[in-house]
């Protein structure tokens, strides 16, 4: 089955305390992309990949980073998470940029 | 602030009438732009999609319209059901390599 699988799905942790989420798609797509989603701001992206080793800032970059070292895998990592960083985070790949996207079921982060 | 946006933040819809949700983006250089619907608790999933060479687009009871004269994006969902109702988003890449969300619009069905 084609799928974009994010781990984890709720994650509550602390201030200052690194955390990696995990997103991993099985359809050999070359875009990828994380999203945070906040009540009433729709959806911003944060960073994209367009193909292995290559990776870009979207809208809202400030306090993550990312990585494309395998086609399949892009990880969004909070080198030290701040409250403002509390949203729901999607991740998603397409074939290329003007192909339809699919996302993962997201995963909810609070950070207190 | 977002480019892409909607006129209407909530749509209430009579089951069985026709529902259009509008999206005014204002880069001209945009050249491509998909629907999305947002169930509660899921992620955003594909609707339909246009580039910018075309006017409208058919989809399974979906229509897109792209109007690039005064940048307006369209989503016509004729015969609304129940399953419809979500929270759908315009998106638009600006023939760079981002992709812009609107705000989105909440479809609410009422029986």
């Known amino acids: 089955e084609a799928q974009v699988t994010q781990n984890p799905r709720y994650l509550i942790t602390v201030t200052g305390k690194k955390l990696t989420v995990t997103c991993s798609q099985n359809m050999n797509h070359e875009y990828m992309s994380w999203y945070r989603q906040d009540p009433g701001l729709g959806l911003r992206q944060i960073y994209y990949?367009?193909?292995?080793?290559?990776?870009d800032k979207g809208d809202v970059p400030e306090g993550y980073k990312v990585s494309r070292k395998e086609k399949r895998n892009f990880p969004l990592i909070l080198e030290s998470p701040s409250p403002n960083q509390t949203s729901l985070y999607f991740c998603?790949?397409?074939?290329?940029?003007?192909?339809?996207?699919?996302f993962g079921q997201g995963t909810r982060l609070t950070v207190v | 602030g977002e480019s892409v946006g909607l006129h209407l933040p909530t749509l209430s819809v009579q089951e069985g009438d026709n529902s259009i949700i509008n999206c005014a983006y204002s880069n001209s250089a945009s050249d491509y732009f998909i629907w999305y619907k947002q169930e509660s608790g899921k992620g955003p999933q594909f609707i339909i999609d246009i580039r910018s060479n075309m006017d409208k687009r058919q989809g399974q009871r979906v229509t897109v319209l792209l109007n690039k004269t005064v940048k307006h994006l369209s989503l016509q969902i004729a015969a609304t059901q129940p399953g419809d109702s979500a929270v759908y988003f315009c998106a638009e890449n600006r023939g760079e390599d981002k992709i812009i969300f609107g705000k989105g619009t909440r479809l609410h069905i009422l029986p």
């Open positions: 990949s367009m193909n292995v080793e290559v990776t």
């Open positions: 998603a790949s397409s074939l290329n940029r003007v192909s339809e996207a699919f």
